[in-house]
């Protein structure tokens, strides 16, 4: 694959020069057209050592205006980014609409970094890599421009540059342990980038192989290509989307059969007071221990709540956090996005909300709005819902493998019971604020909302993060299920010591921070 | 000071029941107000232990709407938060205009557990209360309301609380070492709780003090309280301000004299091409390998560039990120802020973009603009940048605490030079983007700048962070001027490991991360 890169690609100081002003202007001139648009651009800058990938962000810092673009490099991971699913370093640094992030290494980092060392075999990187493949697809579907450079250098040639570095006080080259382990291993780590980038090569996330070995050839490629992507994409302003019958995870006829399942909740079910009383009291008391004996092990508690409106959600997460100390704990409303959390992908601003480990985040409505109001209204395209349900099931499974323990709740009452519920709102002072037309008006779309929910947990509720339908016309009844179900769902993962990433056997590369190629 | 807090006030249950729901309609329409103004209100919740705080913030979550309320607890620091100024933990939980946060001891809490432990002696406690009375009227002036609990106990009803808690299996007294030193060591607490109180208990941030013996008492009052002061503030919609003639800081006879400061700049100054090249070729090595220096021992650089529109910021900027490696520095150009920006205190946006230890962080125009381009062209009101020049020499004070590097450069060109380089911008094509109408604008309120940076410079140029006045007319002199000076102060500060605060010898409490009380 890096015959390519090897070849000899030289520029001259004058046809540098020459090119360059030319360049830079449609740089800026094609940055001045990206930052009106809904796309935001991710470029990744990874390759051999000494290729001068330092150097090339450098440059194009010089060429583009600074304003609108940012570079990122991830040095070892701060306690609050361990504490958190892997990607979050990634969530934290991705642009805006109209705006470039530069990143060195990114998500590709610590997978070449760890098979190169042998501390992870082929398996473990393909699972990583299929990872990466999904998040990137996520990304550009989401209207996101990445562009990947991968920078080469012959063998002879790096070990050339690497000794010129070692001799430059001016290089980074003496602070980096090791420094000579690239070079020595060329073989190899040829071998671990040709397979990371083959997997990871695809038509909506291409890589870019750029012959380092001129340093002018080098820098006018780069500032080249990144041109042409931008401006190829902003020739295409809609997000590619795939047509809605090519989604590969149509419901076979077993899983249509379940799409009953909310007619089948069984609402009749009641808890007389006194049991409700005991059975509160006991809960609770069982809940408070519980989130403490979480914070002492440190894992995350989320937990999601949705359902119909006047469903119960709010009285069933007033009776959890009456439990929980008020220190411990933080519910996330989700209301209107701010306008920074719309310029980015809808599943951002959920990302930037998890909390510190040991924690409890209840989300009130979640990132389920995508495939249930989002869905009926029509906010979202019917390609955009459809691949939500991928993009969610991949952000709950790095949340349960970072150690998370993720519960999810599904409130449900009748028609009747809601139209009670409503006029007593009505009536209720303190309750007018929670009923508005709009609720009247989701009220029509009853049926549109059921098949939506009937899908949704068909192709959500995992193994790792299964959903729990709680019968809501009693409201005892349904509080009692949930906490319930909270204290058996912590007490279980709480005494289940021997697996600090439940639910999943896979095992993939990118588990340990690396400090060393940036 | 305590012993109105202890006269045993008491609610029955049936006026609890009578009051509540009223209480809670009131708190449901005032949380709606708010909303829709551009008030953020900052409610802190301390007081002696077993007081209930927990308790009580949980009241105020099931009262009001969740949606605008956020609670933050303050346990050990992260990492993130140590690598940056003490109070960027706080900042970081400010809300927006138009919601609450509940922040558990807030800024308190370290000169409380300090202050109680003998960390620390009276004159550190009260260097670091007159901090805080500086940062509450720094937030109240931008049109917070800080609202402020002391829940008290009398010392039997403290001993009686405890001793329960440390029977209740749902307390998290478990959890907590030494539970019961704050009970044997009452008058000390008390007396470090009166001093605090009474040295931060001001008119704009007024401390409440509550008997916390019977909760119904307590948790009805906290909630009147609140509602009260929301209330009233609201009805006072524009913050309080200071008549401009009131400002204590205008200037002396002796400062006003230094008035001409920028008419003494000598800016005939040049520095001939081959003296350039030598000189630059110096100082990027020097620059390269300071910021590796600076970067092992974790200290942060933080640069502001200012100056007159095509004074030569960006040219600066680029020869000093040609010196530096890509992954260590980050420019933020100041641009529009983005609306939750704008929902917070100017200073917000600057204090979230501080950098992990050991970085440099280069702003491209700064928070000075409020005293430069936003007094000029009047977005900012006469107390408004008559009080930033506080606000700013102390957020810079506490930069510099931290142990962060601080420079700040103007540069500045005769209206000659700046009138040669808009030509040449405006008829060079990757250089017109730089020149818009507005800068023609701009220059003819030249003499309205220059009076605005020399007060500027007057009154923001400290021991801790002065600043570098740049002759901007021959650019290879100012370019060499900026770097050698970047040289000079990093070699300085970098070889000075006697004093990782420098600077300042005032001792202040809240240096250590306290883990004890919540």
Known sequence: M?????????????????????????????????????????????????????????????????????TFAFWDFSDEERERPRYWRFWRTLPPRGE?????????????????????????????????????RSLTHDGALVVKFWFHLSEQDQKTRLKELSRDDRSRWKMLPKKSKFSEQYQLFEYVAER????????????????????RYRDLTVGKTL???????????????????????????????????????????????????????HYQREINELAWTAYSKQRTTVLVFEGVDAGGKGGAIRRLTHALDARLYRTIPIAAPTDEEKAHHYLWRFWRHLPRAGNIIIYDR??????????????????????????????EEQLVENGSILLKFWLHVSEDEQLRRFQDRENTPYKQYKITDEDWRNREKWPLYKVAVNEMVARTS??????????????????????????????????????????RGIARCGYQSGDGEH
């Open 2 to 70: 890096f015959e390519a890169a090897k070849v000899g690609r030289t520029v001259s100081k004058a046809d540098f020069k020459a090119q360059r002003d030319e360049l830079r202007t449609q740089l800026l001139e094609v940055q001045r057209t990206l930052r009106d648009s809904h796309i935001p651009v991710i470029v990744i800058v990874a390759g051999v050592e000494a290729a001068g990938k330092g150097e090339v962000v450098n440059r194009l810092n010089e060429w583009l205006d600074t304003r609108g673009m940012q």
């Open 100 to 136: 470039i992030a530069i990143l060195f290494g990114g998500w590709y980092l610590a997978p070449i970094e760890q098979r190169f060392r042998g501390e992870c075999d082929d398996a473990a990187l393909d699972a990583e890599l299929a990872r990466i493949v999904d998040f990137e």
């Open 196 to 215: 990371i980038i083959r997997q990871s090569d695809r038509g909506i996330a291409p890589w870019y192989l750029i012959e380092a070995e001129d340093k």
């Open 227 to 281: 041109l042409q992507a931008i401006r190829a994409r902003l020739q295409q302003p809609l997000p590619t989307e795939p047509p809605a019958t090519a989604d590969p995870l149509d419901l076979p006829e077993s899983a249509s059969a379940q799409i009953t399942l909310l007619d089948q909740l069984d609402l009749s079910q009641t808890l007389a007071r006194d049991d409700y009383k005991e059975a509160l009291k």
């Open 366 to 395: 979640s990132w389920y709005g995508r495939v249930l109001v989002e869905r009926v209204e029509g906010y979202a395209s019917e390609a955009e819902w459809r691949r939500a349900y991928t993009e969610i099931n991949d952000f």
């Open 462 to 503: 995992t193994e790792y993060a299964p959903w729990t339908l709680v019968e809501g016309d009693d409201k005892p009844f349904a509080r009692i299920k949930v906490l319930k179900t909270v204290c058996d769902r912590l007490r279980a993962a709480l005494n289940d010591d021997s697996s600090p990433i439940p639910g």
